[in-house]
């Protein structure tokens, strides 16, 4: 069965941090570029990073950047999303989602979310 589970939300003070961890089951990470995006209540879902699958390039959204870092053990099967300096704005639903295209056929999966609250 092709999962994706993301893992190590929870409650957090401003100016705290976070790792997040989006560990796949029945796929191999490896040829898959994996993105965060997060929702905030009453917001649209919006992307966060995401890191290549070849390569591993990585790519910030300009209100992360410089405070969020990705990364991938392919290893472990996992990405990690390592957040320092949360702020209030960085509470919501986060999501990782794994995408390739093979074949020319698209693949393309999503995680149950973690929440993410940073509250004082």
């Known amino acids: 069965q092709v999962r994706l589970v993301e893992s190590g939300g929870g409650l957090v003070q401003p100016g705290g941090s976070l790792r997040l961890s989006c560990a796949a089951s029945?796929?191999?990470?490896?040829?898959?570029?994996i993105s965060w995006f997060r929702q905030a209540p009453g917001k649209e879902r919006e992307g966060v990073s995401c890191?290549?699958?070849?390569?591993?390039?990585?790519y910030y959204a300009d209100s992360v950047k410089g405070r969020f870092t990705i990364s991938r053990d392919n290893a472990k099967n996992t990405v990690y999303l390592q957040m320092n300096s949360l702020n209030p704005e960085d509470t919501a639903v986060y999501y990782c989602?794994?995408?390739?295209?093979?074949?020319?056929?698209?693949?393309?999966?999503w995680g149950q979310g973690t929440q993410v609250t940073v509250s004082s």
């Open positions: 029945g796929f191999t990470l490896d040829y898959y570029a």
């Open positions: 890191i290549s699958g070849i390569g591993g390039s990585a």
């Open positions: 989602n794994a995408n390739t295209i093979h074949s020319g056929r698209s693949y393309n999966y």
